[in-house]
């Protein structure tokens, strides 16, 4: 069975531009997690997607933003660059609505110059 | 609030020898408590989960880990450690409210020949 895929693996960009990160969840899945793992600031949650809907959002700019396929997938949205937003961009899923395990994807390496 | 606290940064250990990695966590009510590990440029694989019972949970590569309510801990364990365990470990609790996990900052552990 396929995991948490996300794309692209890696992607540099300039202060200012934006940026558009995507996640498949694992088959059966409907929750997606994004969360920002910066160096030095550890795992931060950004936004929780579940049936097409934001259901959570962590402590993060509205340039932060993303959405929810029907077919479960998502993507985030990265407005206005700035250089503090180089991170590793990791995604999860679970089933919905469900306290249950999270499994991540590989994450997408963003670098901003 | 919810938190989690890894108090070792880093920690360096023999082949062969054991380990415990330390994690409190603050958190009102009864918490989920996760373990995962990360390789260099990997995203996180669950190594076990604390929901409920058993407060000595067993979790993949030999890892276990216990639920002591009264330390509020969740101390990651493993009798002999392999060269292959060099890696990054967070503990994490997650929120009933937002499906939301709160990560520590996670131990890097060091295998030594």
């Known amino acids: 069975e396929a995991g948490v895929t996300q794309s692209p693996t890696h992607l540099i960009k300039t202060r200012g531009q934006q940026v558009t990160l995507r996640c498949s969840p694992i088959?059966?899945?409907?929750?997606v997690y994004w969360y920002q793992q910066a160096l030095g600031l550890g795992l931060q949650f950004l936004l929780w997607?579940?049936?097409?809907?934001?259901?959570n959002r962590g402590n993060f700019p509205p340039r932060f933003s993303g959405r929810q396929f029907p077919n479960y997938s998502s993507e985030l949205n990265v407005n206005a660059l700035e250089l503090e937003d180089s991170a590793l961009y990791l995604c999860?899923?679970?089933?919905?609505?469900?306290?249950?395990?999270?499994?991540f994807g590989p994450g997408t390496r963003l670098t901003v110059l | 609030a919810q938190s989690v606290t890894q108090p070792d940064i880093h920690i360096t250990v023999s082949e062969g020898a054991s380990l415990e990695l330390r994690c409190n966590y603050s958190?009102?009510?009864?918490?989920?408590l996760f373990w995962y590990v990360q390789s260099p440029g990997q995203g996180l694989q669950l190594l076990l989960k604390?929901?409920?019972?058993?407060?000595l949970v067993q979790g993949i590569k030999g890892f276990e880990a216990e639920f002591k309510r009264s330390q509020s801990s969740f101390n990651l364990r493993k009798p002999s450690v392999h060269w292959s365990d060099a890696a990054e470990y967070f503990c994490?609790?997650?929120?009933?409210?937002?499906?939301?996990?709160?990560f520590g900052t996670g131990t890097s552990l060091t295998v030594i020949p």
């Open positions: 994490a609790v997650l929120a009933e409210s937002g499906n939301q996990f709160y």
């Open positions: 999860a899923s679970s089933f919905s609505g469900s306290l249950d395990t999270q499994y």
């Open positions: 604390y929901f409920s019972g058993d407060t």
């Open positions: 997607y579940d049936e097409g809907e934001e259901r």
């Open positions: 958190y009102g009510a009864t918490p989920y």
């Open positions: 088959s059966g899945h409907t929750s």
